[in-house]
């Protein structure tokens, strides 16, 4: 590489440390040799054939030279800082910044919190945001780390890497680990999107019922102090009503209590990846989203638990309208975190114009408690398909 490329690298802010090093040495040679050949150019003139008048002028010559050297210089390499500075900020303006909007707060809150908080209740059933933060290092780049707790172990996974011009950087950590979608189960099964083939040919669209029972006569093994999370479709979509019904049912059964972590709503046949929502409002109490909230109404339930408590159904419904609505509208966020899935603002309008036609219907929980309130609901209720998705010896399991 010349010295002309290193120069237009440095002018555009992109030259590693050690190119800007050579560059800002190469400077001071220029300066340095300007000096000595305007010096010597001085000290080569005979002044003793001169008078003093001519003398006193030619050195007047010599100091002005100097200043205007040094100053054309100033004024080249302050132009160059500006340029790259101006550089430096149409390139960040016109690329995605995952924290233009919401300002980051003293907790950590900002725009890139509230955007993974919505997705990741959309679409991670039993998993919420601890926090989300993206810090720029770089023209249009930004490092990204995001911690995310899951409610059943109380574990909590780190996911970082790099968005760069409004794309993540896909590499050793994939952005599957950042989703957290359901894995191929009996969601699966009944948004279409898994299907079973014997060896015969035969292919089953529904959870096999002997793969039911495996599970079911397994859970009957465990010791009594046993903690499940499992996931559950009913053969029917129950209304948000009757969602309630079931809701409280199990809700306010101390001896057979289940903790209903998200309801997965139903968005048509084939409709490709699981939405839903918390029913319980998971999640931080942020006194900042008030603002946000005036367009997206209960976007975060957990600020609005005296509503919940009133209103369940509407307000369920009001807070799973806001999310749709509000990742909708955050386009630049979707590309750059859910690009591989190719979500975009589309997939969220869809399903709005397929719930105002249909109302909102839940076909399936995930759910956690003992061994035995889990078994007792499988009874209970009308299930066409069940997996567990994990299991703890013991409440006080870590």
């Known amino acids: 590489m010349n010295f002309h490329e290193l120069l237009e690298k440095y002018k555009s802010n992109t030259a590693t440390p050690e190119e800007v090093r050579i560059v800002e040495e190469e400077l001071e040679k220029y300066e340095s040799i300007t000096e000595y050949y305007t010096d010597q150019m001085g000290e080569n003139l005979d002044l003793d054939l001169l008078s003093e008048t001519e003398e006193s002028e030619i050195k007047h010559v ?221 999640g931080h109490v942020l006194e900042t989203v008030e603002e946000v909230e005036k367009n997206y109404p209960l976007l975060n339930l957990v600020n609005h638990s005296e509503e919940l408590d009133k209103d369940p159904v509407g307000s369920w419904q009001t807070h799973f309208e806001s999310l749709l609505s509000y990742l909708s509208d955050r386009g630049e966020f979707l590309k750059a975190m859910a690009n591989v899935n190719s979500i975009s603002p589309r997939f969220y309008q869809d399903i709005q114009s397929y719930i105002k036609e249909n109302g909102i219907q839940i076909y399936g929980i995930l759910a956690q408690g003992s061994a035995d309130q889990i078994l007792s609901f499988l009874e209970q209720e009308k299930i066409d398909g069940f997996n567990v998705d994990d299991v703890k010896l013991s409440i006080l399991s870590h």
């Open 62 to 282: 010599k100091k002005h030279v100097n200043r205007k050297l040094r100053r054309s210089i100033f004024i080249s390499i302050l132009s160059i800082l500006v340029l790259s500075a101006a550089v430096i900020l149409i390139i960040n303006k016109n690329y995605y910044n995952p924290n233009s909007g919401i300002p980051v707060d003293q907790y950590g809150f900002g725009q890139f919190m509230l955007d993974n908080m919505a997705f990741t209740e959309v679409h991670s059933p039993g998993y919420a945001i601890n926090s989300a933060e993206a810090v720029r290092d770089g023209l249009g780049s930004y490092q990204i780390q995001i911690r995310q707790n899951q409610y059943f172990t109380g574990k909590e996974s780190v996911f970082s890497g790099k968005i760069i011009r409004g794309e993540f950087l896909d590499g050793s950590n994939s952005l599957m680990n950042f989703w957290h979608f359901p894995s191929a189960n009996c969601f699966a099964f009944k948004e279409g999107t898994l299907v079973c083939q014997e060896a015969s040919g035969v292919e089953y669209r529904n959870q096999p019922q002997e793969d039911i029972q495996y599970q079911t006569d397994a859970l009957k093994e465990l010791p009594k102090s046993s903690q499940v999370s499992a996931y559950f479709t009913f053969e029917k979509n129950l209304s948000l009503e009757d969602f309630h019904k079931l809701y409280l049912k199990w809700y306010d059964d101390e001896e057979h209590q289940l903790d209903i972590t998200y309801a997965a709503v139903w968005t048509g046949t084939y409709s490709g990846t699981t939405v839903g929502f918390q029913p319980g409002g998971g």
